[in-house]
């Protein structure tokens, strides 16, 4: 399961059909009376972005999605009963949202209400009309006050079928989308075979929101948490951690994104390498946060890694089958300016990692909010930050290969860079989503050329010697 751009999602053409919301369900979402359960954190600052965006008269926020494949043609109607079900399993699939003069109201539409219309769309032969197709549908269909927001649709094909979805943040997060798959998979062929899907319980999000609220609302500027993000901040320049590297980006100016997707290692060397990390005291998402902080300091002379890394927040068993938002973030730094090499980093990659752990059961856009004047955003992209998911270990993560899933991310504007790892069937995997100057598709290609050479020394060798700094280390953020 692998991070592309929309962009990059250029399935063949086929006979496309899509699942709508039947009129009765329609009606049902219309007259739904408000359902008390606050929204999270996160649902706030997206929905009131997405309303300043529009405002704006900008895109709204974007969209994420899924795609997998199946074999021959599908059986429609089976493929319907299960995103039927799929949507009746997960109250995040059920909420709306409604602006109103005070802020936003969530509604949640009740699972009985729920029945799906089978839509034909039509018949495409040339792949480019198709995804010209699905650029405006996935676009249209995702805003998050129109509910649903999101699109099920399949392209069908005797030789094999592309089923994807996509949906608005509110209701799903990375770990979600993985969730989507092995839903809608083992519910298809449930269907199909006529037997009872091998799905477990799953537990509620808004129940999840409601937690997050109570926890945050009993935060103070005056919490230990706060100060521990006061202070990173501060070593930051009173603003979010920027990309290591130089992208060319001119401040107060966005440019086009684009998504650069590729394998750092393949599957025997992802192995040799996490099992040189575990041999140094570490492990493989640390390894690579080493790498990361190795090849930027001997690009730029800093001698300290500032980033964001996302935390799950499914802290209860019924949740990590759940589909929603389930995702704080928190700082994480460390230094090498005492390191001579990779297990060197390695270690200090590690505890900052540790320590970084403790900060998942705090909301983080509620202790952003308690920083005041401290924090000053300084770039649309608030934070730089890098993320990891082993999706070999996810539910259905065994059917990948079979699958062969991607995310899709729909790329719009952007002013810094965000990394994403994944541990895959076929190796270590990663995509950033970066702007496009000038000179970043360049800075990029270097940068993951570099980390490359880390690795694959390391998985080899067991450690890598820091080269000298290439520029004075007394550049901003050393």
Known sequence: MKPIAFEDFRPAPGRVIEWTVSP????????APVDSTPLSYNQQLHLMSYLALVNAGQPGNPWIGVAFELPGAVDLDALGRAFTTFVQRHDSLRSGFRPTATGIERYTVPADAIALDTTPVRDFDDAGELFGYLTERLAAGTNPFD?????FGVITRESGSTVYVAMDHTTSDGYSLALVVNDVHEL??????GRAPALPEVGSFNAHAALEIEKGEGLTADDAVVGRWREFIGRCGGTGPRFALDLGVEDGRTYDQDVYNTMLLNAEDAEAFDQACRAAGGGLFPGVLAAMAIVGREMTGRERFLSVTPLHTRFKPEWRSSMGWFITCA??????????????VLASANSALRRTLGNAKFPASKIVSLLGDAFRPSRRDMFSMVS???????PGGQHHAALRPVTLGQTLQADDAHVWTSRV????HVAIRYPVTGSSPAVIDEYIARIREVLGRVAVAGDYPIMGAMVDASAPGA
């Open 331 to 344: 700082p994480l730094e460390f230094s090498t300016s005492e390191a001579k090499g990779f297990t060197d």
């Open 425 to 428: 069937a076929e190796g270590l």
């Open 188 to 193: 298809y062929l449930a269907e199909r075979d």
């Open 147 to 151: 509910w649903p927001p999101y699109v």
């Open 24 to 31: 009765t369900t329609a009606a049902a979402a219309r007259t």
């Open 388 to 394: 990891y998911i082993d999706y070999r270990k996810m």
